[in-house]
Nanobody
Framework: QSQLVESGGGLVQPGGSLRLSCTDT?????????IGWFRQAPGKEREALLCINSAERHTNYADSVQGRFSVSRDNAKNTIYLQMTSLRPEDTAVYYCASTWSTCSAYRNDFGSWGQGTQVTVSS
């Protein structure tokens, strides 16, 4: 079972950019996993954002991030990235990555391993 950890969160002004990273700390190669990015704002349900499968095919599940967020992977670094641009205050949330042996999905229960999350705060 992979053990994921996210990094790269922080405080950013509206209109700014951040790149989040997701990697494995247990020695598992993430090459064959599909990796999903989710977020959860205070008082809200966890929301699926994007997913990238082992063939580097992307799926976007959230209209609110279309054209602003993108996902990529660097298998040599065993890392998956979430590039976020044109950030808005409503993007403030804890961001999670999760892995699955199966195909990409918008459903939390399809993912077997989750990171602890990284806080992203968009505020002036």
């Amino acid at each position: 079972q992979s053990q994921l950890v996210e990094s790269g969160g922080g405080l950013v002004q509206p209109g700014g950019s951040l790149r989040l990273s997701c990697t494995d700390t247990s020695g598992f190669a993430l090459d064959y996993y599909a990796i999903g990015w989710f977020r959860q704002a205070p008082g809200k349900e966890r929301e699926a954002l994007l997913c990238i499968n082992s063939a580097e095919r992307h799926t976007n599940y959230a209209d609110s991030v279309q054209g602003r967020f993108s996902v990529s992977r660097d298998n040599a670094k065993n890392t998956i990235y979430l590039q976020m641009t044109s950030l808005r205050p409503e993007d403030t949330a804890v961001y999670y990555c999760a892995s699955t042996w199966s195909t990409c999905s918008a459903y939390r229960n399809d993912f077997g391993s989750w990171g602890q999350g990284t806080q992203v705060t968009v505020s002036s």
